[in-house]
Structure formats: C-alpha cells, structure tokens
C-alpha cells in the first residue's frame, strides 16, 4: 500500500487547544521540516483541529510524536461532504478512538469515518421489524480482499475504493492520554494520506 500526502500547507487552516510556551504549531504540516523546527506541545486535553479550504479525499493520516511525550488514546472527529464542493455535510462526527504507541516513528492510521446516512446507498428501507445483517459477497470481492471482517463480529465491512473516498473538510484530534507523568504531549508532524 502506497500512500502519499493530500495536504497543500496553504489551503489548510490549523487550530490548536492550547500550545505549551516554546512550542509552535507552524511546522506540524510539513514532516520534512519537523527535525528543524520547534514541535508543538501541550498538556492533554488539548485538540488540533484542521479544516481544509477545498474538501481532499484521503483515507488515513499520519502522527509523529516525541518518544515519551506521546498521546496513547485519541479521539478522531471527521466532517466530511458528499462532494469536492464541499456541499451537504454534517459538521463534526466522532469517527472512533486511535492508540499510538509510545515512540518517536511516524505513525499511520486509518480514518474511522462515522456513518453519516447521506449517501442513499448507505440507507436501507425498513422491510421487517428486525434488523438484517447482510453477509453476502461476491466471490471476487473475498478473494481480492475488498471486504473484512466489521470489529463486532456481526458481518463485514467493505473497504472504500479511491473513488468511493468520501471528502474531508475537517479533521479533529482530541489527545486525551499521555505517556508522560504529568500529561504533556509532543507532536512533530501530523499527514493527511490517500492510497
């Protein structure tokens, strides 16, 4: 899986919380420049909010944390739109909770984007009064890994192609534990990817 960068500086607004003194936030966008500059830091619970000016496809995003200053549970917000207008969006939604591990690595995550039900092909017509479970594949999709297995076990999940990527308008980060005694977080760089 190759994954390259869908973010252009310029078009991306970045807020944070809150910034520890000494610290910036004016390189967490570009990950070359992280060994130069001055990493953003901060004492949990703190946020960083991007919100792109044109909505990007992507499907996974990148952090890279000081080694022992880590965040070890994130909340992911995701708004997205159903365009590259940015048309019909529901503002902020809870996608799920990441976990870094306490290194100083460049760390990659897949998007959990929260079901938003404004997709007609996400909704399906009540027929009975009880919930059905479809479980049913192809056999090219099983083969070619298209599909996995949903997290409760109760069906599958098939995975999003490039075109089916729904478009990002903001991304929010919610750093709620910290490897550090006393909660101070350390970020050098955060990517947002596309396969």
Known sequence: MSLR??????????????????????????????????????????????????????????????????????????????????????????????????????????????????SPTDEVPPSTSEPTITTEITAAEANSGAVKAHPDGQGIVKKHSHDELPYLTELKLEFEKSSDQYGRVTLYSIEVLKE
Do not use: C
């Open 5 to 118: 960068s869908v973010l252009d500086p310029k078009t991306v607004k970045v807020s944070v919380s809150s910034t520890a003194p000494g610290s910036s936030k004016k390189h967490l966008l570009n990950p070359s420049a992280s060994d130069e500059g001055i990493p953003w830091s901060s004492n949990i619970p703190s946020s960083l909010h991007l919100t792109f000016d044109t909505p990007v496809q992507a499907s996974h995003f990148a952090l890279t944390f000081q080694g022992g200053f880590v965040s070890t549970a994130v909340s992911v917000w995701v708004a997205r739109s159903e365009d590259a207008e940015g048309g019909v969006g529901l503002g902020l939604m809870m996608g799920g909770k990441i976990y870094p591990e306490d290194r100083n690595k460049r760390q990659v995550f897949e998007i959990p984007f929260p079901p938003t039900g404004l």
